[in-house]
């Protein structure tokens, strides 16, 4: 999308037809190494195309239009067919008919009102916290509380203010713009074919997350700078402080009264608990990390050795087991086998109790080293997606890395966390916010009060 805002750019400026013809050779060269160059990478790298885990963009626009969530990656939806054994034609087909489907049950309204759920999904918050909420501190063996599961709440809404204004005014320049019939510079058309590019992309054809409107944020701020060298916004002040100078006391206490309404109203997310997990070992990205499905041979054991660092944590350990076989027709079915789980706290030679589905009891984990011990019962070989086959990757920075006896292009997939019970944000921080809203309503207020000393009308003292 860029790119095509990047050509529509050249196309349009007011250049000759010999420059034009030198700049979209210059782009097109410019692809064509990228192209060939990532290929030249990955060879050199020695990335290996596996069609088990290749996945058709139809599975993205599939997501999107999911009716149920406001289009952004749905767990059951994400996985809806990519079982084993299915090649990417036969994946692509099963999307397609399900696009079709869920794009006949929408009306043109309800259509468009999906596509605004979106739009307000991805560009409604000025921080992204979807995919952000497991940034810890700490080291890799001591993980701390994510530091945006701890001043989220109080981040997005103290930097929301700025965002709003921010686009407010790049929509306000614009509009000025093309009212006016004014032209646009270059370096601008092509920030605002960029922005337009990749919101019609994502809202209008692919799946939606928050992160992905980080994209556009260059393009917005850039935009917003030529807004502040154009537009007169000391003069705006001083105009519109004219107009409030007489009746400023009486704004201040209506919009204090808005504040005081805004604190009271929202209190509760400062007594209303919540449970949180503060995960201390996670393996990420398990779907996007290697191979699914590594093969257990009959009676084989694989031993997986990690530390624990903290106290009262619940594990949870994937075990989900299948034997293979064919048909007359070469079809593949899958049994569904258990695998058998023990989980030892060497430390303390204690063993912790593990149930079918591969998890503990909550705060059953304590700190020390354990092995976890997964065994083939069966006569017949059988596949778990509980481990992954990373290959040759370099995972060292996460404590699962090599933890597999025996087994260094392995790792399993698995999450220890201790729960707890707490508020959404704490009464510091929410008291903070609206200190630091009603300190900047003073501000204003006093702005106002001394116009004439701080912003004066006469163009010639600013």
Not at 44 to 51: K, L, S, V
Not at 299 to 310: C, S, Y
Request: a positive charge.
């Amino acid at each position: 999308m860029i790119i095509i805002a990047l050509l529509i750019t050249i196309v349009l400026m007011g250049q000759a037809l010999r420059q034009k013809f030198v700049q979209i050779s210059i782009l097109i060269a410019t692809v064509i190494v990228v192209y060939f160059g990532s290929s030249v990478i990955q060879t050199a790298q020695r990335y290996e195309r596996n069609n088990q885990v290749v996945t058709p963009a139809t599975r993205y626009i599939n997501m999107g239009l999911n009716p149920n969530t406001s289009g952004q990656i749905d767990g059951n939806d994400a996985w809806l067919y990519e079982q084993p054994g299915r090649t990417p034609k036969e994946k692509n087909r099963l999307y397609l008919s399900s696009i079709k489907r869920r794009l006949l049950n929408y009306s043109v309204g309800s259509l468009s009102e999906h596509f605004l759920k979106k739009a307000t999904y991805m560009y409604g918050t000025g921080l992204t916290i979807q995919d952000f909420f497991y940034w810890y501190a700490g080291n890799k063996n001591n993980l701390e509380e994510s530091i945006l599961d701890r001043f989220g709440v109080t981040l997005v809404n103290g930097f929301q203010f700025f965002y709003i204004l921010l686009s407010v005014m790049t929509f306000v320049f614009l509009w000025r713009h093309l009212k006016n019939k004014r032209s646009i510079p270059p370096v601008v058309l092509f920030s605002v074919l960029g922005v337009l590019g990749v919101c019609a992309f994502q809202v209008g054809l692919w799946e939606v997350r928050d992160r992905y409107s980080l994209l556009a944020v260059p393009f917005t701020v850039f935009i917003f700078s030529y807004a502040l060298a154009e537009l007169d916004i000391v003069g705006w002040i001083s105009r519109f402080g004219s107009v409030l100078k007489q009746d400023v006391i009486r704004y201040f206490i209506i919009s204090t009264g808005l504040l005081v309404f805004g604190y009271l109203s929202n209190y509760s997310l400062t007594t209303q608990l919540v449970e949180k997990n503060n995960v201390s070992i996670h393996q990420p990205y398990v779907a996007y990390a290697g191979q699914s499905d590594v093969k257990i041979k009959a009676h084989d054991k694989l031993k997986i050795t990690f530390d624990v660092e903290t106290t009262g944590n619940a594990g949870i350990f994937y075990n989900s087991a299948y034997s293979i076989s064919s048909d007359s027709k070469s079809k593949q079915v899958k049994k569904y086998l258990p695998l058998q789980i023990s989980l030892m706290n060497t430390t303390l030679h204690k063993s912790i109790e593990v149930d079918s589905n591969g998890n503990t009891k909550a705060n059953t984990m304590q700190k020390g080293k354990y092995v976890l011990t997964l065994t083939n019962p069966t006569n017949q070989a059988i596949y778990t997606q509980g481990i992954i086959d990373i290959g040759k990757a370099d995972f060292s920075f996460n404590s699962l890395y090599r933890s597999i006896s025996g087994h260094p292009e392995l790792m399993p997939v698995m999450t220890v966390a201790r729960s707890s019970q707490n508020t959404l944000v704490s009464k510091k921080q929410y008291n903070a916010i609206f200190t630091l809203l009603f300190v900047i309503l003073c501000i204003i207020t006093y702005m106002f009060r001394k116009k004439d000393k701080i912003l004066p009308l006469n163009k010639s003292k600013v």
